[in-house]
């Protein structure tokens, strides 16, 4: 990788203390400080149990980090000492080893999210009794949900100096990506190394647009330069990720609430008609015509692009729109209502050896996503159900009766082995249901396969019925599923067309990105901003700056749009 070396960069190369590098969206912070890691390495000459951590927020910013790693000539041979984490799989490493030392059991479990909101209920995360519970099942049973990892690390490395110490001499240089939204006790672990280890970190006010989240601090990077008093270095406005572009341009002009007269290369802006039919058509369109700009720019067509919408609101919106039309894409979709319908259909492919057990079962199932939505008088009808079943009582209404009919024939169905074909046999008699809340609650296990967990899932069903020639613990398969690919390293290539919000989309890439804008559904003004709308430009420069080569803003005809309506776009 050739890589020009300034003189910011040779202070960067060169810097003994701690570095906190401020830049913009593809300016290069990544390379400079992977250039660092490899010139760290190989200047202080590692020992054997020595590393350079790499701390990422996703698995997407992972696979990207590394991805540029592998493009350095010293990858071959010095690759091996870098170390590219998550701040959730670095923290349950440590948690793993050292976690029995506060008392809990020495196996330790995680509780998925969609789990954890069934146990809350329709309590609010700040509830104390949730908090205590919470606690409990650590200390007693060693289940911890995702939230709580960085406190138990934090209470870890505070009560013991020989942890930290040990971790620090591991990881003589820590790099921070996204430094600005650390929370508050992911920011002290990492302060807690100041003096052990050197720290290097990656800031962009401009990206920081979780600040509405209670613990992550906007005046984060103002409390890291009082605290740890790092050599601050901003990096020049170079433009790495779309240089035959002006993409970034627009994005500066965007945040200095500054626009030009003339447009901006690679960005265009259409209209729709706010019709229903007209809309959907556009949509459609426009993923037509952002290939051919993409294409007629770079000669390729492009491999992904992203249809980008602040609010899981409009992600539907453009999803059924794509899905009229019969267009693939792959959409960001309701973790709980997905990972609970395919619990189900994992509970009716098990081996049906107690027919009022399996149906206790596909009612508790059914009970803890009523949970898990807050619905508690829906969660306590399904208790009564349960207890009424158990006590063989007489339970009104077509539930019961329904899935009694669904477990008769499943027990009475020979499976192939097959375990797409077979999972695929139970949601067929799920979505013929003629009760449309729980055809449209089997629906949602058609998400499955997103982030890697299909073919996780299928892999392990294969297993078991090779061993025991059935489904045998079915929905044990399924969770280790979700949890291994919420936590796996693996990342599924992102090709296509990709729905999602732009929350989502941080630490992505694509080739090209369709900003979708409508009045009540995907506004690019965000309800609540300042009068200088200041989350609405971050939010919106995010969104802009995932694009390689260009930016289609979809607006709605006849809709004013205070900061859309400054810029001259070229418009179609």
């Known amino acids: 990788m050739a890589l020009e070396i300034d003189e910011n960069r040779r202070a960067i190369l060169d810097c003994k203390r701690n570095l906190l590098v401020i830049g913009g969206p593809g300016c290069g912070k990544t390379t400079i400080a992977l250039a660092k890691a490899f010139s760290y390495i190989r200047e202080q000459s590692l020992n054997r149990g020595e590393k350079i951590l790499f701390l990422s927020f996703s698995r997407n910013a992972r696979a990207r980090i590394l991805e540029s790693a592998e493009n350095f000539p010293d990858f ?5 000492k870098l170390y590219v984490q998550t701040f959730h799989a670095f923290f349950l490493e440590i948690i793993k080893t050292h976690g029995y030392l506060l008392g809990c059991p020495k196996k330790i479990s995680i509780i998925p999210p969609h789990d954890e909101a069934a146990l809350k209920g329709d309590r609010k995360d700040d509830d104390p009794a ?18 709580r990892f960085a406190a138990i690390v934090l209470e870890l490395i505070t009560r013991s100096e020989r942890i930290r110490d040990s971790i620090g001499s591991a990881f003589p240089l820590i790099i921070v990506d996204e430094a600005q ?15 052990i280890s050197q720290l290097l970190l990656l800031g962009d006010l401009d990206q920081q647009i979780f600040d509405y989240r209670p613990d992550i601090d906007p005046r984060r990077l103002l409390e890291i330069k009082e605290q740890i008093n790092p050599l601050e270095i901003t990096l020049a406005s170079d433009n790495f990720r779309n240089p035959n572009t002006e993409i970034l341009d627009f994005a500066r002009d965007l945040r200095d609430n500054s626009p030009r007269d003339r447009g901006y290369k690679g960005m265009t802006s259409m209209k729709y008609a706010v019709i229903a ?6 949509i459609c369109q426009s993923v037509g015509i952002l290939n051919s700009k993409i294409e007629e720019a770079t000669g390729e067509k492009p491999k992904n692009i992203a249809i980008l919408t602040p609010w899981w609101k409009g992600v539907k919106m453009v999803s059924s729109a794509l899905k009229a039309r019969k267009i693939p894409h792959r959409v960001q979709f309701d973790e709980t209502a997905t990972n609970f319908s395919s619990r189900l259909v994992a509970c009716l492919m098990e081996p049906i050896l107690d027919k009022k057990q399996h149906l206790v079962w596909v009612l508790v199932i059914l009970r803890d996503y009523q949970s898990a939505k807050g619905n508690r008088k829906e969660s306590t009808k399904y208790d009564g159900w349960i207890a009424k079943v158990m006590e063989d009582g007489k339970v009104s209404g077509k539930t019961i009766p329904y899935f009694q009919g669904v477990i008769e024939k499943i027990s009475q169905h020979q499976f192939s082995g097959n375990p797409a074909q077979d999972w695929k046999y139970v949601q067929e008699l799920l979505f013929t249901c003629e009760m449309g809340p729980i055809q449209k609650f089997a629906r949602q296990s058609e998400f ?12 392990d069903l294969g297993n078991a019925w090779l061993e025991h020639s059935g489904y045998v613990d ?21 090709e296509g067309i990709h729905v999602m919000t732009t929350y989502k989309s941080k630490g992505k890439e694509f080739d090209g990105v369709i900003i979708f804008q409508n009045e009540h559904i995907s506004p690019i003004e965000l309800r609540d901003d300042n009068a200088g709308m200041d989350r609405s430009r971050r939010l919106l420069l995010v969104g802009v700056t995932r694009a390689r080569h260009h930016v289609l803003i979809l607006r709605q005809a006849g809709f004013r749009s205070k900061l859309l309506d400054m810029f001259n776009l070229d418009g179609l």
């Open 181 to 195: 939204d650390t929370d508050t006790e992911q920011w002290q672990i990492v302060q807690a190394f100041h003096g």
């Open 277 to 282: 039919k007209y809309r959907d058509r556009s």
């Open 76 to 80: 071959k041979e010095l690759g091996a």
């Open 130 to 147: 949730w908090l205590v519970e919470k606690q409990d099942l650590f200390n007693q049973e060693g289940k911890i949900t995702f939230d």
């Open 448 to 459: 499955l396969v997103a982030y890697n967990r299909g073919r996780i899932i299928m892999r």
């Open 474 to 494: 079915a929905r044990g398969i399924l969770h280790r599923a979700v949890l291994e690919s919420q936590m796996s390293s693996d990342v599924v290539k992102e």
